[in-house]
């Protein structure tokens, strides 16, 4: 059975900085797009960030946290790593890590991924 946990949220002031942490078991994920999406009260869930293979080549990220944002893989403890730098209060959201088959450039959209984690909460005060 496929799970992915995901854990590192908490509360931190405005310019802090977090690291989420996604173990990934079930099978072995080498070969798969791994990323995280986000959900913030009263919106859609939304891509923040996917990596595949290897190489900071192989890592996408929305325009919304690029320069802030870093995501990273342990491909032999298959976990994915989320470093978030100058957090911001629109940060604020639940974060969700996501994983599937890879397929090229990693989607954009949260259904295009087959497996996903329970969330963790993220709070940025101001």
């Known amino acids: 059975q496929v799970q992915l946990v995901e854990s590192g949220g908490g509360l931190v002031e405005a310019g802090g900085s977090l690291r989420l942490s996604c173990a990934a078991s079930g099978r072995t994920f080498s070969s798969y797009v791994m990323g995280w999406f986000r959900q913030a009260p009263g919106k859609e869930r939304e891509f923040v960030a996917a990596?595949?293979?290897?190489?900071?080549?192989?890592?996408y990220y929305a325009d919304s946290v690029k320069g802030r944002f870093t995501i990273s893989r342990d491909y032999a403890k298959n976990t994915v790593y989320l470093q978030m730098n100058s957090l911001k209060p629109e940060d604020t959201a639940v974060y969700y890590c996501?994983?599937?088959?890879?397929?090229?450039?990693?989607?954009?959209?949260?259904?295009?991924?087959?497996?996903w984690g329970q969330g963790t909460q993220v709070t940025v005060s101001s």
């Open positions: 996501v994983a599937r088959d890879a397929v090229g450039s990693p989607p954009r959209a949260f259904n295009e991924y087959a497996y």
């Open positions: 990596a595949f293979g290897w190489g900071v080549s192989n890592t």
